[in-house]
Nanobody, 124 residues
């Protein structure tokens, strides 16, 4: 599967953005999906994940309650709704996917397919 992430941009602290990750292929509904981010000078880190069925979601502690991940199988798209953004949310955001069973949804090694990243900048 090929992934195309978009929706990043510049936003003031307290604002909102919605990231989208569109997947190619007809088997999207079987894919577990996730978002990771990489801030300047830091390693890539887990943000959120959703099981292929959409029944289970996972969040990092830093975004829980502010971000929401969802999956639209009809549109072959996974979304990351980001509210109450903070300057520390500034990063390149990557979507990831895998159709194998994901045992550790917060681990980037669980995902074989990655999008190109979209930059989110939050100004104070």
């Amino acid at each position: 599967v090929q992934l195309q992430a978009y929706g990043g941009g510049l936003v003031q602290a307290g604002g909102s953005l919605r990231l989208s990750c569109e997947a190619s292929g007809r088997t999207f509904r079987s894919y577990n999906m996730a978002w990771f981010r990489q801030a300047p000078g830091k390693e890539r880190a887990f943000v959120a994940a959703i099981r292929w069925s959409g029944g289970n979601t996972y969040y990092s502690a830093s975004v829980k309650g502010r971000f929401s991940i969802s999956k639209d199988n009809a549109e072959n798209t996974v979304y990351l709704q980001m509210n109450n953004l903070k300057p520390e949310d500034t990063a390149v955001y990557y979507c990831a996917a895998d159709d194998r069973p994901v045992l550790r949804p917060r681990e980037e090694t669980e995902y074989r397919n990655w999008g190109q990243g979209t930059l989110v900048t939050v100004s104070s």
